[in-house]
């Protein structure tokens, strides 16, 4: 099992708190994974943004939308959402990649885009729990 000592450091779309599979503490979604037995042959879908829960972007406790991982944000690669996946907004679709993307075109007046879509039930696989460790 994955230990970590931050949550920054979870190498995928980490799920604790608010953001947590009921019945799992902490828990990640391997992307490394699930990009080359998902993607391919998967054609991106025009979402609504008012359809998508995406983390804030304080989330870390800093503004992740600001600075040059913010800048470098390419709006031209779709995000990744996962259709019925729990999510605190109650809405249809969960952002598991791409949130600065989707704050960059929000801010340049979009109100949709294309992302590639996944169904909860396929990604379970690529679900792992990891261990929050306390500092030494």
Known sequence: MLKVYELIT???????GDWTIPGREYSYI???????????????????????????????GSDSFAG??????????PGFLVRDMPNPCNLPFRMIDGR???EKLRRQGAIAARFFVFEFDEIQPF????????QP
């Open 10 to 16: 979870v190498p995928g779309h980490s799920m604790h």
């Open 30 to 60: 391997s992307l490394v994974d699930l990009v080359p037995a998902l993607l391919p042959g998967r054609k991106p879908e025009s979402i609504e943004f008012d359809e998508i829960c995406a983390k804030p972007g304080d989330m870390y």
């Open 68 to 77: 040059q991982r913010f800048e470098d944000a390419d709006t031209r690669y």
């Open 100 to 102: 600065r993307r989707l």
């Open 127 to 134: 679900i792992f729990d990891f261990e929050l460790l306390s």
